[in-house]
């Protein structure tokens, strides 16, 4: 009995010095007089995050919308963190001033075999140099050599719709994931990705392991390495799926050596990986490193991709007026240049638009995250960030926010015509993030997002099924903006005549 009332003791007093040693921590901000949200002792305002109710995009957006400050300061657990909503503010943090904000405030998992060497995660000066090796890879004098490439794949996409159709009904989620991944595997690695080609391919689902917030498991583990850093580390949590790691790094390293042995250049990563294996090797090189180069491409590209091409397909299918418009565009450009080439897409302007207004309405990564790496006075303002402090930037909350862009949740691509796009305030749209960690696949987005929807809409008339919901429920465990479901289905009905 003695023993059971020590312990409860104990606990009591442990859980009372934990709780005034919280409070006192969250007051850092009001210490510093900024305006925050109203931490609860232990959680700070990490609560809804962590128990899965809401997910670390829309509480940041939550947050951005609850303020007319410029920023201001919340905790995740214990730890202060700052989200920026002025312009100006984040231009200093995220371009001019980087050097204070090189590493991200996601946890850099040194204990994670494969997770450390991903480019998003890195520190600033490991970041660097492997960054300004991959980039010429992503210039758009490259991809412009990619585009029949691409064109080939996006076929690929509608002999697998013909092939898996039953009664019109197609899962968007599943055949835009297909083709997301066999568009990266082919224009960066060199390898024929047979996605397309094969309804139960392995990569198909290896691949899709790494993306998996069905799995609630999954979700956690990925979640925790942004909003509990620490507990992340301690708990050894991995950030990527092991066994679609292990299988990945098999892929990859095989192309390696296979592209040794050809002694072939097709200026694409495989071949920046030739590079890096053949001047770095030696006793201390980590052979892990090779495959998260590529790995970090496939995820942080097919997930992404594969939803923005779902997200517009959603949207045409409420909006018949936008989707007719948007295929009488193709046609007739079409018609001018008899192919699908850079130069055409460049002329579909109505495209363009199209793709942009889906990628403000559902920014798929709906945040930008950056770690303070040395104390900062921000210029004219009475803030000082120190050396630590996590900074987020609301990717989500400034494209919803109603002074950017009126009745935010109507879609609306007229937002981006000649006319009105020059009132759309600076920075307010920005869904590869800013600055100098921006976003590597931006021209390749635009050019596959834009291949697939052309060949989809010059092939099929699109309509809501009776399980396309009229409202899409957001997936509330996930850092990416993707339906709540793990499907979306759409009516897809053939069109009589098409544009080859
Ligand atoms: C709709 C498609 C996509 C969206 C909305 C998107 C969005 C983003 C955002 C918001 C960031 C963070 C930027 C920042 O912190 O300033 C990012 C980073 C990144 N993205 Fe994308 N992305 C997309 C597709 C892709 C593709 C296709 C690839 C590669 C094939 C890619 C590769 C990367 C990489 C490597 C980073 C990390 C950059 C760094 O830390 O230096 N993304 N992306």
Known sequence: MDSIVTVLLCTSIVFILCYIYSRQNLKYWKRRNVAYAEPVPLFGNAYPVLSQNQSLGKFLSHMHNSTKHSYMGFYLLESPNLLIRDYNVLRN????????????????????????????????KEWKG??????????????????????????????????VIVNDRIDCVEVSTRYGIDSIASCFFGLSGDCLKQENSELYSMCTKFFDHTSTLRAVQMVSHFTIPSVAKLMHMKFLHPKASEFVDKIVTDAIDKRIKEQSVREDVIDVLVNIQQREQGDAFDHKKLPVVAIQFVIGGYQASAGAVTFLLYELSKNQ??????????????????????ESIKDMQYLDMVVKETLRKYPLLPFMDRRCVKSYKVPDENLIIEKGVGVFVSIY???????????????????????????????????????????MGTTFTYLSVKMAVIKIITTYQIDKSSETPDTLQLADNWLFIAPKSPNLFLNFKKLISRPT
């Open 130 to 163: 492997l960054r300004k090796e991959v980039t010429p890879v992503f210039s758009l004098e490259k991809l412009k050599g990619k585009v029949s490439l691409i064109g080939e794949i996006a076929n690929n996409l509608v002999e697998y719709i013909d092939k």
């Open 397 to 439: 909350g400034l494209h919803h926010d109603p002074n950017n862009f009126p009745d935010p949740e109507n879609f609306d691509p007229e937002r981006f015509s000649i006319e009105n796009k020059a009132s759309i305030p600076p920075g307010a749209f920005m869904p590869f993030g800013y600055g100098m960690r921006n976003c």
């Open 93 to 124: 943090i995220l371009l001019k001033d980087f050097e204070y904000f090189t590493d991200r405030s996601v946890l850099h998992n040194t204990n994670d075999e494969y997770a450390r060497h991903l480019l998003f995660m890195l520190p600033g």
């Open 321 to 342: 007026f936008i989707q007719t418009r948007l295929r009488e565009e193709i046609i007739s450009v079409h018609e001018k240049y008899q192919e699908f080439s850079s």
